[in-house]
């Protein structure tokens, strides 16, 4: 997934706020993401599945996703399911946006 800028859409580190614990790290089922030099980075942008796991877990939340995920309402086209569609958005990144 990329941006028009042909920017990949992967989460966004807050290096102000990573204390380099490791969560991230530990519970990343894809491995995109580790600890360097005490800081978390994706390390693997394309193995990225996007899935929020990394920033349901970091204790200061520093992690989080460019993008939010808005399903759809039923149209007579869908048949009653509901698709998922992408807008690029200020995510929930900082729990805590008041520094």
Known sequence: MSTAANQPLIPRIDRRRCTGCGLCEQRCPTAAVAVRNGVAVIVRPDACS??????????????????????????????????????????????????
């Open 50 to 99: 996007f899935c929020e796991v990394c920033e349901r877990f970091c204790p200061t939340g520093a992690i989080g996703r460019p993008f939010a995920i808005r399903f759809a309402s039923s149209t007579p086209a869908t048949s009653g399911l509901a698709a998922p569609e992408i807008t690029r958005e200020t995510s929930t990144m900082l729990r805590d946006s008041s520094e």
